[in-house]
């Protein structure tokens, strides 16, 4: 099997319930990242 350097496409934007934002990325191979921006980083507000 040769080497397969991996495409990361953007496959959209998902906020969840507790306000992070997850970004998809998709590979053609189907291997798939996730990147998480957690909302409650920074100034905590209680
Ligand atoms: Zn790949």
Do not use: I, K
Request: proline letters at 2%.
């Amino acid at each position: 099997m040769s080497m397969h350097v991996h495409v990361r496409v953007n496959h959209g934007l998902a906020v969840t319930e507790d306000g992070d934002l997850v970004e998809e990325y998709r590979c053609g191979c189907g291997a798939t990242w996730t990147n998480v921006h957690r909302a409650d980083e920074g100034q905590p507000e209680f």
